[in-house]
């Protein structure tokens, strides 16, 4: 089992993502963050879009634009249905206005046994 490698933020904040689906067919969806962190973000509400990994995404917050790569997209039927994983490209360290941190856990082993047995008297 491993630990993420960056922090991310549960935050539900408005954006409106703009670009081309998979089918060629362009949008501009007004949709909502679920969870942020420094060099990407989750999405949700996407489930009307048809994107793949690779396609790129602009997405706007106020005045600002940023540019991603879709990392994932949530399988139908699955609690990830609508939710759309995006890999940041060109963004503003400031781009959401509020505090990312940039480095989270780094990626560990995990063990499932106690480091230290407990020997126990027979």
Known sequence: MYRRKRNRLKMVLAVRAKGQGSNGIEFDELTHTLDIAADGVRLGGMDRLSLNPGDIVE???KTRRATFRVAWVGEPGTARTGHVGLHALDIHPDFWGLEVPAQG???????????HPEHHAG
């Open 59 to 61: 997405l706007r917050r």
């Open 105 to 115: 856990e780094v990626a560990i082993p995990v063990s499932v046994h106690s480091a």
